[in-house]
């Protein structure tokens, strides 16, 4: 019965009903917010932004123009590695089909078997792949396809 009585006191003398007792109640103090971002750097930021995006395509060529051995060299061999993962991707498919691994293997030993009975045996024949060997090598340097 003791905390009824604290519970109605507390309650009557920290809340007040009178409308005289409201206004002299004092506002506790609240710290001021922060002031909001000026609309000004919003603007810039956005500004310089479309600015680089505007640019961007001059300074792509004109990084391509200052490293064009470099960025062929990679694109070239990204696309290699591209197309080398491809081709072994279908050949791992191939190979899983039934008969056709142990068909390709057959294929393979023969042209082995072909090419070093062609080229490989006699010393004549390995003069022979030699020049053929280093005419293909000319016409790729050259660029002369004939």
Do not use: C, H
């Amino acid at each position: 019965m003791d905390a009824q009585g604290q519970k109605q006191e507390y309650t009557t003398s920290n809340f007040p009903d009178t409308p005289e007792a409201l206004e002299n109640l004092e506002a506790p103090i609240q710290p001021m917010l922060p002031p909001a971002p000026e609309t000004g750097n919003v603007e810039r930021i956005s500004r310089q932004i479309s600015e680089f995006l505007a640019q961007l395509p001059n300074y792509i060529a004109r990084f391509v123009n200052e490293y064009k051995l470099p960025v062929v060299s990679f694109v070239l061999l990204l696309a290699t590695i591209i197309t080398l993962r491809i081709v072994l991707a279908v050949l791992q498919a191939f190979s899983d089909i039934p008969l056709i691994r142990p068909t390709f293997e057959l294929i393979g030993f023969g042209y082995v078997t072909w090419f070093t009975f062609r080229y490989l045996l006699k010393s004549s024949t390995r003069q022979e792949l030699a020049t053929e060997i280093n005419s293909l090598k000319k016409q790729i340097l050259k660029g002369d396809i004939s």
